[in-house]
């Protein structure tokens, strides 16, 4: 029986040390690659995208936001392609995005051309909104005209209000980060 015992504990410290030699020579598992990642995640993990730079700017947030709201409500059908991309070149995130998108949009609208479409309004308050966040609610009074059709004739000036955002891109510098239109 001894010699029975001595058998098995032999065997086993075998195998425990056959074992623990076998897993130290395996290699590592390997990592992932992004595909593999993609496949599981149904995402591809890319590198962060570099901080958005922007032209110009203000020294707080309101004014950022006011000026910006006097460009965007100001324009011709020959310039408000170019006054987009321009507000586009000075904001970053969504605001740019929504400025890059009128730019594209308008930069083709040959009715807006045709019947010589302008707008022209003033801002009558940028007023922060409850929560913080550099939110701010912006009330502009606006007119569209017509030179080349009576569609807008006798339009009466209207009230809008905008939900704005702003952003510190450096010390003192502050530009529109956010642009929803509400009405």
Known sequence: MRFALAAVAAGLALSGCAALGAGSSQSPTPKPNKVAIANRTHEYPAAPAPPEQALGGAPGAAQAIRGFA????NW?????????????AESVGQARSAAELAASETASDYELRRGG?????????????PGGGNRYAVVTLERTTATNTSEYAGLAPAWHVTVASARQVSP???VVSGWQPEN
Request: aromatic residues 6%; without cysteine.
């Open 76 to 88: 011709d059908a020959t310039s408000v392609a170019r006054d987009m991309r321009g507000l586009a």
């Open 172 to 174: 003192g510098r502050w």
């Open 70 to 73: 006097v460009a965007y409500i």
């Open 117 to 129: 479409i302008a707008n022209r309004g003033t801002v009558e308050a940028v007023a922060p909104l």
